[in-house]
Every structure is written in structure tokens, then in C-alpha cells.
């Protein structure tokens, strides 16, 4: 879906499928120094990540596994519960492996902080965060982080995977949704 397919939705495109494409090239150029000669295992976070994990997985030249893990703590509205759970936990034992989360955003970090301990407590090699988008005026836990692809501002953004009630996340940019959309 293009942005002129929702016209009147987006306030602003932030960034581009062409933008996105470069940059996630750049962090797969980092990701395979760092993991050369390592078995590494990209964990994707659902809903969301499906895309960045699709795209990352392809631009990758080093052998990786992919699993999945559905978390949530935002329900059907638009800010955290604080409230985390499991809605699909991974299929894959995580001793011994080099985990990298992949996520699509970063908001308060509350979310990502609980997953990083989760995932730590099951005896892997190491836990590193891979993210398309950081907010990071949003932040209220300080985590490292160890690919970004852009920080952005702290607006409700769609697209690329983010959605607003199941809906955009077919966008192939990120785009700042129009308060009357979701008031």
C-alpha cells in the first residue's frame, strides 16, 4: 500500500521504502561482522516486526534460524498497559544460542525491557536488540540497544508493520497517522 492509497490518514511520511531498504542494509552489513562465524537466531516480535524480520532475514548473507514471540501490552488502545503477556512463545531452546531480538519499535522500552529478562533467564549465548524505529523521547527504561535503524520522533506512526487497529501495517513507509484517525 501506498501512502496516496490512504490519503488523509498520514499527516507526514517520516520515512520511505527506499530509506527503510538502505538503512536495514546497513544494519545486516553490522549484524554480519558481528555474528560471523556465530549461530545466530533473529527472534521476531509479532505482529509488528513481520516486515523489518522479512526484509532483515533476505539482506542477510550469514546462515541465521527465526522463530517467533507474540507479546503484548497495549490491547486495542494506543499507549502500554504495563501489563506483558505471552500470547506465542518461541519454539525454539535458546541455550547455548546468539539471540537477536528484532522489533519494530521502541516506545517506552517497557515491553522490550520485561522480554530481554525473559529471554536471558533461558540460558543463551548472548541477547541483543535489533529495532527499525526508536522513540527516544518516549523512553521510561534505558536499554540497550544494539541496531537502530532511525530514531524518530514520540508521534503515532504506521506502517511498514505498525498498525492502528490491525489497519496500515501493509503501508511501505512510516508515516505519522492523523489524530482524527484513531480520537
Known sequence: ??????????????????????????????????????????????????MVMADLARELTLPITMDWMAVSSYGSGTSSSGVVRILKDLDTDLTGRHVL????????GLTLSWLLANLKSRGPASVEVCALLRKPEAATVDIDVKYVGFDIPNKFVVGYGLDYAEKYRNLRSVGILAPHVYS
Not at 492509497?5 to 498520514?10: A, V, W
Not at 545466530?40 to 509479532?46: F, I
Not at 528484532?102 to 517506552?108: H, T
Open 1 to 50: 500500500m501506498e501512502p496516496r492509497d490512504i490519503d488523509g490518514d498520514l499527516t507526514e511520511i517520516l520515512i520511505d521504502q527506499e530509506q527503510i531498504r538502505a538503512r536495514l542494509a546497513e544494519m545486516c552489513r553490522s549484524i554480519e561482522i558481528d555474528y560471523a562465524d556465530k549461530d545466530v537466531l533473529l527472534v521476531g516480535v509479532l505482529k509488528g516486526a513481520v
Open 101 to 108: 531480538i528484532v522489533e519494530d519499535i521502541i516506545d517506552s
